[in-house]
């Protein structure tokens, strides 16, 4: 079956950088459309960006030009490069193929001071 696997989370201060990876199996990577999403406490869960399998990518708004999605099809390997951190970032944040119900288990990424 798919499986997500996300690492990379952590604290960080305001400013600073994180890398999100996540790990796929179970499905024709390659193929696929991927995205990140992210859920803050009390909030819904919200789209933070997607790739497609020909590397066309979308932004939220919230999120344009400090963060960049990538992808490595060899590595089955989703990446979530992160910089410019703001306290509105601190958030769970889960690595899905758009449109199914295949998630990961999130990582918590925490942005203060």
């Known amino acids: 079956q798919v499986q997500l696997v996300e690492s990379g989370g952590g604290l960080v201060q305001p400013g600073g950088s994180l890398r999100l990876s996540c790990a796929a199996s179970?499905?024709?990577?390659?193929?696929?459309?991927m995205g990140w999403y992210r859920q803050a406490p009390g909030k819904k869960r919200e789209l933070v960006a997607t790739i497609s399998n020909d590397e066309n990518t979308v932004y939220a708004d919230s999120v344009k030009g400090r963060f960049t999605i990538s992808r490595d099809n060899g590595r089955k390997s989703l990446y979530l490069q992160m910089n410019g951190l703001k306290t509105a970032d601190t958030a769970v944040y889960y690595c899905?193929?758009?449109?199914?119900?295949?998630w990961g288990q999130g990582t918590q990424v925490t942005v203060s001071s």
């Open positions: 179970g499905l024709l990577f390659s193929l696929a459309s």
């Open positions: 899905t193929i758009p449109g199914t119900d295949n």
